[in-house]
């Protein structure tokens, strides 16, 4: 019997995802993967595997799934109502998938992007050495009903594990460096830019999002700068001075001047903002940003160890009926 | 004065950091031929050496890109081995890239397949038909991959195609579309939004992610858009990923 993942249903921003593609930005093609890093590495760490195993990525909602032999999942990101056969189940947790049952994920009730990760990974097929789908460059599709995705080797066991979160699912303050065209922008723009609430746009997709609420900024550089490297996390400003936050599906280069670029370990609370959620960015020094990397390295790799075991409420427990309640009951005088 | 002139004086290059992870070596203010090669040749240096921390090069059109882990290598200490480099020897000098092609590729100017070449020709201070002849009789040169994945940027056209990007982004423009703005080319491997100007159209692959060559052109490329017809170009279409285009080596 083939492991598989059976996709009843799913929702229209469903894709396959891993840490992307390193090494082609020459080529003009951006690494792309998963839009929030850390909940990659909360998943992986739920399920005690390797941090670029492949996931589900599922924006807005999620679908209706069932696995083709008994699977461990970790569902991570943007909380979604999530249950297996009718009994809801707990997000930034692992659970058992028993063969057959049905997994219902619906939608966000905060964030935008949450993930499903399976033991042993999605083992679709690599393209340029990964397996995460990068829409705008036309690798790989969107996931859809009827699908059916191979899931890898589980070595690993253990379920029933959840993790306490970081909230990062309601915007909030974001910090950004200066980069090498915050220059373009008089002091005037900068300080407006910073005390700016902005609010995430309706529209949004893994390229990037766009910022509004604010009167437009303008570069003293016009519309003819030359085109120059892109990084995820730049705040680039399009023509009619609206400001953009670029994601890991971004473009390579760029003529639009960028007025600054969120720190990667930040770049989460962007790409988790859901529509209409407040944002506001603060600059820091590259000192504190370095600091601030280095501080959420060390949070990602303590996420195993801060497993907690998952405290089920009795009256939600699908299978109280298996637990073998009684044992360990004693006459009380045998210590 | 030039512009690559004004770009060699002492202060260039110039190094500056990109986002918390990144570092620019840029050759210039301006796009100048000297300063592309320097970039290229630069690049193609530190691929060869190599750096512990350094995790990707690229090249944008005058700059080279570093993208480095600075948990384990210091910006301070990338900064200072960057400058050193930079100034052991005249990187402006620095040959083009061994294996060049020219590449010829029909192109359908303006009709409906690119309805901006009268806008951008009117731009440029020219009738359409002048703009066509001056586009397609330019040998442009491939002057970086960028954007998007296998997407050339090429030039450097005449100086009356010094016009500025549209203030609007144009919704979409097909892949395969050839676009102008500040004496560039930019031939489109995706369909995407763009403030560039859809002058022609190609039927051209430049991504072929399922290929032994996924990605087609390289910078120092050179490309001749050569004038077809819609019903032409359809007919090359369906003979393959080329559309029609042909490529020699470069002498």
Not at chain 1, 14 to 24: F, H, K, L, N
Not at chain 2, 26 to 47: T, V
Not at chain 2, 114 to 124: D, F, S, T, Y
Request: aromatic share 6%.
């Amino acid at each position: 019997m083939t492991r598989e993942l059976i996709v009843h249903r799913a929702g229209p921003g469903v894709t396959v995802q891993d840490m992307g593609r390193p090494g082609y930005l020459g080529f003009g093609l951006s690494q792309g993967g998963a839009a929030d890093r850390l909940a990659m590495a909360e998943g992986a760490a739920l399920l005690a595997q390797d941090g670029r195993t492949a996931a589900l990525e599922m924006a807005g909602m999620g679908g209706e799934f069932e696995a083709s032999e008994d699977i461990r999942i970790a569902l991570t990101g943007a909380p979604m109502r999530a249950a297996i056969d009718g009994q809801r189940i707990a997000w930034h947790a692992s659970h058992e998938l028993p063969k057959g049952a049905r997994l219902v994920i619906g939608g966000a009730s905060a964030g935008s992007y949450g993930y499903l990760h399976v033991g042993g990974g999605f083992d679709t097929p690599e393209t340029l050495e990964a397996r995460s789908a990068h829409l705008a460059a036309g690798l790989g599709k969107a996931v859809a009903a009827g699908d059916v995705l191979p899931v890898g080797e589980d070595p690993g066991h253990g379920t029933n594990q959840c993790l306490s979160v970081e909230p990062r699912f309601e915007g909030g303050t974001v910090r950004v460096v200066p980069s090498l065209q915050t220059d373009f922008f008089g002091s005037d723009q900068i300080a407006r830019f910073e005390s700016a609430e902005f609010h995430r746009d309706t529209r949004g997709s893994r390229m990037g999002v766009r910022l509004n609420g604010a009167e437009g900024f303008h570069s003293d550089a016009g519309l003819s700068v030359l085109s120059e490297v892109v990084v995820p996390g730049d705040i680039q400003i399009t023509g009619d001075g609206t400001p953009f936050v670029l994601l890991s599906e971004c473009q390579t280069t760029g003529g639009y001047p960028r007025i600054c670029t969120v720190l990667p370990c930040d770049l989460p609370k962007v790409v988790q903002a859901a529509p209409g959620a407040s944002l506001r960015f603060r600059f820091v020094t590259l000192e504190d940003a370095v600091e601030a990397e280095a501080r959420a390295a060390r949070h990602r790799d303590s996420l195993r160890a801060q497993r907690q075991p998952l405290v089920r409420n009795p009256h939600e427990m699908r299978d109280l009926l298996a637990y073998q309640l009684i044992s360990g009951v004693t006459a009380g005088n045998d210590i | 004065m030039t512009p690559a002139k004004t770009d060699m004086r002492d202060d260039w290059p110039r190094i500056h950091t990109v986002g918390v992870d990144g570092m620019l070596v840029s050759f210039g203010q301006r796009l100048s031929e000297p300063a592309n090669r320097a970039a290229l040749a630069l690049r193609a240096e530190l691929e060869r050496l190599s750096w512990d921390g350094v995790e990707e090069c690229s090249t944008s059109l005058v700059s080279a890109y570093l993208r480095f882990d600075p948990l384990h290598l210091p910006h301070a200490d990338l900064q200072a081995r960057l400058a050193k480099l930079t100034s052991d020897r005249d990187w402006y000098q620095a040959a083009l890239p061994e294996g060049r092609k020219l590449w010829r590729i029909p192109t359908v100017f303006g009709t409906d397949l690119a309805p901006q070449l009268e806008e951008a020709a009117q731009a440029a201070g020219m009738t359409a038909k002048e703009a066509v002849t001056s586009i397609s009789s330019t040998q442009v040169r491939v002057q970086t991959i960028g954007f998007a994945a296998g997407q050339p940027y090429l030039g450097e056209l005449d100086e009356a195609w010094d016009i500025p990007r549209q203030t609007e982004l144009t919704e979409r423009v097909p892949e395969g579309a050839l676009t102008v703005a500040i004496r560039q080319l930019v031939l489109f491997s995706v369909s995407t939004p763009t403030g560039w100007r859809h002058i022609g159209q190609t039927g051209f692959r430049l991504f072929r992610p399922d290929s032994e060559v996924p990605f087609v052109l390289r910078p120092g490329d050179e490309v001749l858009f050569t004038p077809t017809d819609a019903e032409t170009l359809q007919n090359m279409r369906e003979g393959g990923p080329d559309a029609g285009a042909t490529s020699e080596v470069l002498k």
